[in-house]
Each structure stands twice: as structure tokens, then as C-alpha cells.
């Protein structure tokens, strides 16, 4: 039953398992013919682009909801129930809302750069997700700088925050948007490090050649590069914005940070933009650190964009979890913590990771000593480091305390006795 | 080849757009929007970098110059204080005017000079490998150099800016 259902759908252009397929067929579909030879590119372009487009556009709304849903369930709340089932239909209410609202412009405000900043912000994002491998056919860019393309794409984000800030003649809006800059000054250099290390271990920063490499030596990079990986996840959700460091929009604080000017869909397209950039990253994490579409045996049963789309959802709630549990940091507390943290873990890991591939390519022992070794060795690293860091380099407690310090650490002193007490219980007995 | 009608097209738009970013640059009245289309310009480059087979160069191009030097441009432009201010009518126009215009004529002249030899679009090759290669291999005295000097500076920044011991702030 299951074979002759596979013989049915087998390398035709409705084989679900690899949507490249389809390509293909248009591909043989021009060769019969005799079409240009560029027309496979233009069309396949075209067909990877809706796709990705139509994954992005879904994504930004589907979040919403199950952002909402989960922080609900964290915070003993129900989240949206009331619209449809589950309350799936809120997304759209919300949407529909946006689009009714008046957009205002602040009057000193300049035009110009005020309106291109909410589309620059959401562009960057959907430019990320060309270069992503969905499957072992299916990346639409293949680019053979595609790490480094991943940085470029995503620092053109803040040049928009800092547009949306400055443009809005709003002094919060102006905070946040330099508090943007500063984390992102502080943040890029833990990431660059971070993902080197990446890079070093696969000898490439083809995004498809690093999935292939977790598929040969059978094993997932963030066995690899634990400390990269945790390096990675806590300097990206700062430079995404997301809730433990979202300081450049903490309503607390700076009222809405650099889109406190902004309203109806211009909003919306900020708050889009967060979703879709979460989801990227999301899927930068999976492809770099988890195997993209491979999954040991799995991706033989399973479609790999399907795995894909699963590992993406999975990063993407470890996000929200984040989001959900964690108070906000401070500014200095998070600027200190890429400083003084960040960086020096990143640097020592790059300075292991050179040495282990170094001893890797001369010693010329097997990869299937070495890479168990390496997991083993890592792994305590990154335990041992992180240990450390915690208890031994954190500073003495302070009464008013002006560095970073760790809640383990804090030794808060007992309240006086109940002295004080007494002559009020004294009065009452008068 | 370099004579293909997309590579053609897609030349002349990526160099109308970086020279009239280039242009807006100059002629602007406001600082923030003179950088903003400054690094326009550079993304501009980067596009002409691609069409050049230079992907290394192109998305390095994006990574530093519309990246990290517009957000630095950007800072130094916050923490001036007449950055607010329009640039207004001064007298040096015409001097500068005239300095611009010998630049063009230099410029002009020497790309009528010289003969050019037409290059041929290579292959896409992987260049990120082989410039590691030449930068920790042939040249690394150079590379070397370049970031004690890049250190330099920036324990200069540290030095200028820290605040004395014992100094009450």
C-alpha cells in the first residue's frame, strides 16, 4: 500500500518530497522546447520567490497567534480564544484593525524617511531567506558566501531603526534608536566570533555545504559548538529585539522606542517585520547548529522541508520561552554582558575551534575519533565556562551595585530584628 | 560574458542608481539624509561588486560599508550638534565649485588617456577560499600590519576617552 503510494507521487512534479521537482519538469517542459536557456532561471527564480514570499506572509500571521498563545500559557492566561476555533482568526481582526486606523505623521517629522523605514526594516528579512537550503534541491541562492551574506543582510535592520527614530522627531523614538546602534555595535562582535568558529569546523560558509557537513560526520553543530551556539542564541534575540533585551522599544521605560510615532499599518509592518525576523533567525539557528533538513534518518521518511519548517518552529519557541520567563535587562547590564561576557567566551571558543581543526587536518587522525572527541571536549568547555563565568567572575555583592552581577551571587543581608516592631504592639496594649 | 543584454542592463541600472545616490549626497540639505544616501550609494557598488563576479568583495562591500561605516557615520552625525541644522548659503561655493570641476576634467581626461583593455567576465568561482589563502600566506606580513594598526587606533579611542584614576567623576 505505502510502496504503490510512493510509486504514484515518485519524481513527479507532486512529489511533496522535494519541491524542486517542479522545477525540473518546467526545466524539461523549455528543453522540448527549444525556449532560451535563461527562461529556467527566470521562472525558477520566480516560483522560489512567491514561495518564500507566501512562507514569510503566512509566518507574520500565524505568529502573532502563536506568539500569543504561548506567552499566554506561560503567564497562566488563556491568550486569544474568542475568534474561531482556538482563536486562530485573531491574527486577521488584528490585521483588519491596523489597516482601518488613521496613520498619523508627527509634522516636524521628514516625510520621506519616515515612510521608507518600516519597508527597509521588513526587507532584510525576506532577503535573508533566499540563501536558506529548504531541502537537497531546493535553495533558491545558492551563494558561496552565504554566512557572510547572512551578516551583511541582516546589520542593514538597524540602519532602519535608526531611520524610524531619528525621522520621527520624538526624543524616545531617538533613545531607542541609539540604544539600537550601541547594542548593535556591542552585539555583532559575539555573533561574527561565534559563527566563525561555525565556519572553521565545516571549512565553508556555503549554508548548504554546512547543512551537508552535519550530514557526513553525523553530527548536529551544536554538538559541536555548544558555546557558540548559547553565544549565538543570546546576541541574536538582543539584536532582535526580543523581550529579555528588547530595551530600544521597553515601554517601561522609553514608551515605544523608535516606532512610538508610528501607527496603523506602518506599525504593523514593524511589529511583522519582529515575527518574520524571529522566524529567520529561527531558521539561521537550525540550519547552522541543528542540520537544516537533515535529520539522521528521519529526512528519508519525512520531506526535508518539512524537518525544516519542524526545527524552525522548535528554535522559534525556545525564543518565546525566552520572551515569556525573563525579566528585561538593563542597558548597562546588557552592553556589559556582550563586553565583558560574550565576547571573551567567543574569543576562547574561536581559539579552540582553530586549534582542534588544525590538529584535525595534521594529525590525520579519522573523523570518527575526532569528532566525538570534539563533541566531549567542547561540551565540557562550554559547562566549565559558563560555570565559571558565573560564580567565580562575578563581582562581590554591593548594596547599590553598579556592575553586572548574577542572582546567585547576591547575598541579600537579613532584615533587622523585629525590634521595630515593639512599641506599636506596646500602643495597642495601652 | 560581459556583453550579455542582463549583465548590460543590469550595469547601467546599478550605476544610474549609485551616481545619483552619489549626486543626492552632495546635493542634499540635510546631514542624516546626505548618509542615508550614502549608503545607497554603497549598496550600489556592491550590485556593480555581483555583476563583476566579486561576490566575496560585494557582500563584504554591504557588510562594512552600508553596515558598520553608515551606523558609524550615523553616530558621528547624532553627537554633532548643528547636525539639526540645514546647510545653509555660504560664499565658498564658487571656490569649491571650481576645485570640482578641474577634479572632472583630471577624470575625464585620463579615461579618454588611457587604452583600456576589455576584461572578460569570469566564471563564478569560489573566491572567499583563495583570498584567505592569499591573506594568511603571500600576504601576511601586510594583513598583519593592518590590524596592529586598526589596534592601535582603537586603544587610542580607549586612552583618549578614559577617565583618570582617583579623579572624582
Redesign the interface.
Known sequence: MMAALLTIITDNWWDIRDLSNLSHEIEKLIGDANGPA?LIYVVSGLLGAIGIVSFVGGVAVINIWVERRVVGRMQSRLGPNRLGPFGLLQPIADAIKLMQKEVLMPRTA?G??FTAAPIMFTVPGILLMAVLPWGRNMTLAT???GV??L???S??G??AV??AG??SDNKYA?FGS?RV?AM??SY?IPIVISLLGVVLFAGT?DLQGIVLFQEKYWAFMVLLQPLAFFIYFISVSAELNRTPADIAEAESEIVGGYHTEYSGMKFGLFYAAELINAVVVSAIISTLFLGGWWAYKLDELVPGWMIYIGKIYGVYFLFVWTRGTLPRFRIDQLLAFAWKWMTPMAILNLVLVAAEVLFWEESGWSAGVLIPAYIVINGALAGVTIFAFMRLLAPKFERFPTTLRFYSTIDVPSLPAKAADAPHAGAQTV | MINDTGIVVAFYILAATTVGCALMVAFVRELVQAVLFLALAFVGVAGIYIVLSADFVAVVQVLIYAGAVAVLMTFAVMLTPAADRKNSETAFWAPAAVLAGLVLVIIVFVSYDTTWKIAYRPEFTATAASLGQALLKPYVVPFEVASVLLMTAMVGAIVLTKEEEGEDA
Open positions: 535563461w521628514s520621506l524617511i551563494l558561496d558566501v557572510l551574506f551578516l551583511a543582510a546589520s542593514l538597524a540602519l535608526f531611520m531619528y525621522s531617538l541609539m546602534i548593535l555595535v555583532e560558509m
